[in-house]
Every structure is written in C-alpha cells, then in structure tokens.
C-alpha cells in the first residue's frame, strides 16, 4: 500500500499512527510518501511496519506514488490519500472476489465523511453532494476513470505502463486509466473496499481543490480530446447566479440549510473547477 502526504511533521505522525489498525498479512506492506517540498529525509527504517519514505524532488503525487511502488514487489499495488482513512479490512475487501485476468485497476469506495445539518458548511455540502464519491469519474462514458484517492493496480500493468505521470499537479489517475485501457487491460470497482475522505474545512481550501482538478481536466482534455470539454464561461457564470438567487429563495422559503449550501457551493464548485483550466497542471522541478 502506497500513501502519499505532504504537511507537517505531527501530521506525519498522525498519519502513521491513523494507519497503525490497517490489518496486513505476511507479504503485505505500507509506505508513506512523504513528498513535502524542502523536507529532509526522516531516515526511517526499511523493515518498520508503515516505513516513511521521502521524495521531495518532485512535488507531484504521481512522483510520490512512482516512488512508492518502487519500494514493494507485491503483485498489487493499493494507493490511497493521506486525506483519508481507510477501512481496517481494505486488502480483504479489495480481493473479494478475486479480480479478473484482464483486470489492471482496481476503483475502491470513497466515502466523503459524515457531517452533521448544522456542520461546518463547506464539509456539509460535500456530504450531501459526495463531491469525492467514485460515481463522479464512472459517469464519464468511455473516459471513466477510478480516483487513486483510493485505487488498486496490477503491478505488471502499472510497470508496463511506466507508471504515473510524474510532472503534472492533477489528472495523472485518468491519464494511467487511459493508458491502460488503450493497452486492452480492464478496470473493475470494489465499492465495499472503502475509505472516508475528510472534507476541507474551509472555502478557501473547497476552491483551491477545485482549481486543482480544473488544471487537470484541462490538461486530460489537451492530450485526449474530447474529454472534458470546456464551458462557456459567460453562461456558466449566469447559470451560477440564476442557481443561487433561485436556491437560496427556496432555502428560505423552506428554512432549509441544506437547500441554501448547494445553492451557494454548486455553482462556487463548477465555477471554481472552469476557471482553473485556465491554470498550469505542472510543477517546476526543484534543483
């Protein structure tokens, strides 16, 4: 298993000892990338049970999870966020039925964490929404990917492919499924094997995933067109003041929390994702 991070020492350890209950057989092992910029290598030891290993280099998570896989030797590789925690039992559930021959990816559940109605409100309406749920990306048609949020890869396949992309910032999880399949290997979805994704706190960090992602689906849309197509922005920003002037009238006239978030976060989200086509999907190279 392959974890990718990037923040401060204590949140290391958080992370490390929040992964401590995954339950790992003989043969099994876990890595936590630390890929946080100018963080000297922690010198853990190779043999602990989640070993930390450091790759800072590049400031990718595609860097982070090349780096990763290149540690183990088992025949799947099991990538899941940081930013997430993971079922106890996510390798039994994973294998659960034993994956087809042709099958090269593996879509695990991501549970965007419970909030409460009077919770904060950004984490709230990606509750109600499922901003992370796998559903999103398998509505795609033929360009359906699984979110490496948590994902699992056949080895054989991930190497013959060459792996992640290392140089761009978001999209490298489609970009390998769309590699993937052009190879003729299939992918399978393994709700059951499940994580929770902790949700940003804040508007600011709601927004700046979302100009991530933007960056990434214009950059997937560059190298295999027709996929995410751009939106008009002049319609789409209409669209978002008629969505929430109209929503939040109803909100009030119901006294509907609920109803009055995803007038304001729907359109902030499909705003916030257009406008970050308009940013880089890549990270310089640190020397």
């Not at 990718?60 to 899941?80: C, K, L, M, T």
């Not at 499924?177 to 992918?187: D, I, Q």
């Amino acid at each position: 298993m392959v974890v990718p991070f990037r923040g401060t020492a204590a949140e290391l350890d958080e992370l490390r000892w929040a992964l401590s209950s995954l339950a790992l057989d003989p043969g099994d092992s876990l890595v936590v990338v630390d890929n946080t910029p100018g963080r000297e290598p922690a010198g853990e030891p190779g043999e602990a049970r989640i070993a930390v290993r450091s790759a800072a280099a590049v400031a990718s998570p595609g860097f982070a999870r090349n780096r990763g896989a290149e540690r183990g030797s088992a025949e799947w590789i099991v990538f899941f966020d940081a930013d997430t925690v993971p079922a106890p039992d996510l390798l039994e559930r994973y294998f659960d039925p034993p994956p087809r021959e042709r099958t090269a990816l593996l879509a695990g559940g991501v549970l965007d964490e419970a909030v409460p109605p009077d919770g904060r409100a950004v984490a709230r309406y990606a509750h109600i929404r499922g901003v992370m749920a796998q559903d999103n990306t398998f509505g795609l048609g033929d360009w359906s990917f699984p979110q490496t949020a948590n994902a699992a890869c056949r080895r054989t396949a991930f190497d013959a492919a060459g792996g992640f992309r290392e140089d761009i910032r978001a999209g490298e999880d489609a970009d390998l499924t769309f590699r993937l399949r052009a190879a003729g290997w299939e992918v399978e979805r393994r709700e059951a094997a499940a994580v929770v994704h902790r949700s940003r706190q804040t508007v600011r960090g709601f927004v700046a995933q979302k100009l991530n992602h933007g960056a990434g689906g214009a950059w997937l849309a560059d190298r295999y067109p027709g996929t995410f197509p751009p939106r008009r922005r002049p319609g789409l920003v209409w669209w978002g003041v008629r969505t929430l002037a109209g929503g939040l009238a109803g909100a009030v006239r119901h006294r509907e929390r609920d109803r009055a978030l995803w007038a304001v976060f729907e359109p902030l989200e499909h705003l916030s994702y257009e406008f970050g086509r308009s940013l880089s999907n890549h990270d310089r190279r640190r020397r």
